[in-house]
């Protein structure tokens, strides 16, 4: 793989050009266009073009109208352009550098100087780059281990009382959809991306009092007494202490949030909710839409006491008041959001959930204000869509999905039933299914080998999948990325009987 800096020289003139490549000489990968259209499709075609040396004047498209494409796309704040003319007005360098150019080199060239430019931005940008991928890197990390210690949790819950151990999982997922929903309909409350990362976070504590409650009134499978749902609504109360009294820092957002949240979820609009018997914005907002969210699943989910109800009838049930009373604006929020609430936690279909968790990721990378201004969000929105179109394409057989930044690794079989998942990066994968060193070497050699243009590899291995070796086919998709240059940032593929 050839691992030189990319440079794309866009100039009507081959002698310019020649006289460019020869004055860098081989130490950059080369592209070249002779006109302002076909340096765009370049541009689209080839992730990674690290510079870009651009004329002014060509036919069909001149170089400044090669710059308001790049600026209107916001490409031109990930590809750094040097223009590069005989004009030396002092008007058009000013308007070439507010259209975004990194600098601006006159003919005749002197060598030095454009060896130097070229090398000093190209350095530049590789730093920037570099300090991306770094934060990116601990923005997926974070974002794993913040899912880590979730699943933890929602174990340690779920082992203790009939519950689904999902439900921590859907309270979290239907609380963020809930709040975006909320800011698109109203401003009221002036929600902030970060307000609803915490509020999100914040939702999976909303039970944690139930630790305290004996398991023989949460795992009763008939009705509870008057003095059995006295002790189980005690719940919300000990949660609030239990926040309160392991000495965290209670006037963090998260704690504070927190605290709200586990007292006050089962509060209602009109006071007749408990402990504290709040109306109406006396709850705070945080509370309100994690009690909305928790009803629903508690609705469209089995407990030892119910059967599930489904989605339909959840949904008339909260909006006729047969649950309490709600927030109106919360129960418009609820309405709009049915139909993809009724995809998100069926069992139909995974890709809203994929889709969803890219926008969600997208809206975290964007809110970090320490990244560099681009259009991140796009990127991984593509990688997502780029899964769920490989998976749909290959359904029915036992899917791979590796994190190459986390090390993170599932399979899954056909019935969307896990049978591996590991989060360590130095686990070694092919010893686990007893695939032969062989077989190993040859995977590698081929994933070493895929690019952004050739992504897929197929091979035939033997291996033991579910207690059973035999033949199989093996399929591994590399995902792609401009966030990260120095390789692939995940993996995706299926493997199936060879017989």
């Known amino acids: 793989m050839d691992k030189r800096q990319k440079i794309l020289i866009v100039d009507d003139s081959k002698f310019n050009r020649d006289i460019l490549k020869e004055i860098l000489g081989e130490t950059y990968n080369y592209l070249e266009a002779e006109n302002g259209n076909q340096a765009i499709q370049m541009i689209g075609e080839n992730i990674g073009i690290d510079l870009m040396l651009l004329d002014i004047n060509m036919p069909q498209m001149n170089g400044f109208e090669v710059l308001k494409i790049m600026k209107r796309s916001q490409c031109i704040e990930e590809t750094p352009v040097i223009m590069i003319s005989s004009e030396e007005s002092v008007d058009t360098m000013r308007e070439a550098y507010e259209m975004g150019i990194t600098d601006y080199i006159t003919r005749p060239f002197d060598s030095v100087i454009v060896k130097k430019r070229v090398q000093n931005t190209l350095s530049l940008y590789a730093n920037q780059n570099n300090l991306v991928n770094v934060v990116v890197d601990q923005i997926y990390e974070k974002e794993e281990n913040n899912n880590i210690m979730i699943r933890i949790l929602s174990s340690i819950l779920g082992s203790r009382n009939s519950e689904s151990r999902e439900h921590i999982l859907h309270i979290k997922t239907a609380t963020e959809m809930m709040l975006r929903q909320l800011i698109k309909i109203t401003d009221v409350y002036h929600l902030t991306e970060a307000d609803i990362a915490l509020i999100t976070t914040a939702s999976s504590l909303h039970d944690i009092g139930k630790i305290y409650i004996p398991e023989e009134i949460l795992n009763k499978p008939g009705r509870l007494t008057d003095e059995e749902f006295k002790i189980m609504k005690t719940h919300s109360k000990l949660g609030a202490d239990i926040i309160q009294d392991i000495h965290l820092p209670q006037e963090k957002p998260l704690v504070h949030t ?201 091979v035939q291995i033997e291996a033991k999948l579910e207690n059973n070796r035999q033949l199989y086919n093996l399929k591994l998709h590399t995902l792609w990325s401009p966030l990260k240059k120095d390789g692939y940032i995940g993996i995706i593929g299926y493997i199936d009987s060879a017989k």
């Open 258 to 458: 927190a605290w709200e949240i586990c007292r006050w979820h089962h509060e209602r609009w009109d006071g007749k909710g408990y402990p504290d018997g709040l109306k109406g914005e006396e709850i705070p907002i945080s509370a309100q839409v994690v009690s909305i969210a928790d009803v629903y699943d508690a609705l469209t989910s089995e407990r030892c006491y119910k059967k599930a109800f489904d989605h339909d009838t959840a949904i008339k049930m909260i909006l006729d008041g047969q649950c309490g009373q709600f927030n109106p604006i919360l129960l418009k929020c609820l309405k709009e959001l049915s139909p993809r609430l009724f995809k998100m936690f069926s069992n139909e279909t995974d890709d809203s959930k994929q889709y969803y968790e890219a926008q969600r990721l997208s809206n975290e990378i964007l809110s970090e204000k320490s990244l560099p201004r681009k259009n991140y969000s796009q990127h991984l929105i593509k990688v997502m869509q780029e899964k769920i179109d490989f998976f749909k394409k290959n359904s029915g057989r036992n899917s791979v999905d590796y994190n190459a930044v986390s090390g993170l690794l599932t399979i899954i079989n056909e019935n969307q039933q896990t049978l591996y998942q590991r989060d360590d990066p130095k686990f070694d994968v092919f010893k686990e299914f007893e695939v032969s060193e062989e077989d190993v070497q040859h995977i590698k050699g081929l994933l070493a080998h895929t690019s952004v243009q050739d992504k897929e590899i197929s």
